[in-house]
T-cell receptor
């Protein structure tokens, strides 16, 4: 398995533009998580899905953020309009309910810079 | 109740030394405590994990020590190597939480050659 695949790896955009981050979880995993990592706040859980259904989006900072999971193999995190304070590394992670270790597998992240 | 506190924020160790990173939690319902290792430009990767029914778990040079009464757990890296230089995160979750992990703030470890 290729692991959790995120795209793009780097994104530079101007303030006010729409940004879409993409994630392909590991096949067979039924949980998908979106995290944001910054120096100031560390790893923050934004939203997670179970079987493509959003379960908890309480970590989504504002209405400018939205996430979808139209099928088991694809999820998007959208920021519209983007702001400089959204600059961070965004990670997608997936896991499997049946895994005894309950560990997550993270993607390599998308480094977002909003100028 | 959901917070996991991690220390130190950064750690510098000589090659061959022992690296120790500590975490404390408040929620007694937590029953799974993993450690993640993150290299620059990469996502965190599961390193080792423990459940509260044991006090210690060892995998190679990495050991988790768990103190349930004190609500603390720590990562020990024996014979630290420069290749261990990374950021380490502790985390915790509880049964029924739909697998949601609460992460510590991270420790940046530097092992000097």
């Amino acid at each position: 398995d290729a692991g959790v695949i995120q795209s793009p790896r780097h994104e530079v955009t101007e303030m006010g533009q729409e940004v879409t981050l993409r994630c392909k979880p590991i096949s067979g995993h039924d949980y998908l998580f979106w995290y944001r990592q910054t120096m100031m706040r560390g790893l923050e859980l934004l939203i997670y899905f179970n079987n493509n259904v959003p379960i908890d989006d309480s970590g989504m900072p504002e209405d400018r953020f939205s996430a979808k999971m139209p099928n088991a193999s694809f999820s998007t995190l959208k920021i519209q309009p983007s702001e400089p304070r959204d600059s961070a590394v965004y990670f997608c992670a997936s896991s499997w309910a049946g895994a005894t270790g309950r560990g997550y597998t993270f993607g390599s992240g998308t480094r977002l810079t909003v100028v | 109740q959901q917070q996991v506190k991690q220390s130190p924020q950064s750690l510098i160790v000589q090659k061959g030394g022992i690296s120790i990173i500590n975490c404390a939690y408040e929620n007694t319902a937590f029953d799974y405590f993993p450690w993640y290792q993150q290299f620059p430009g990469k996502g965190p990767a599961l390193l080792i994990a423990i459940r509260p029914d044991v006090s210690e778990k060892k995998e190679g040079r990495f050991t988790i020590s768990f103190n349930k009464s004190a609500k603390q757990f720590s990562l020990h890296i024996m014979d630290s190597q420069p290749g261990d230089s990374a950021t380490y995160f502790c985390a915790a979750s509880r049964s029924g939480s739909a697998r949601q992990l609460t992460f510590g703030s991270g420790t940046q470890l530097t092992v000097l050659p």
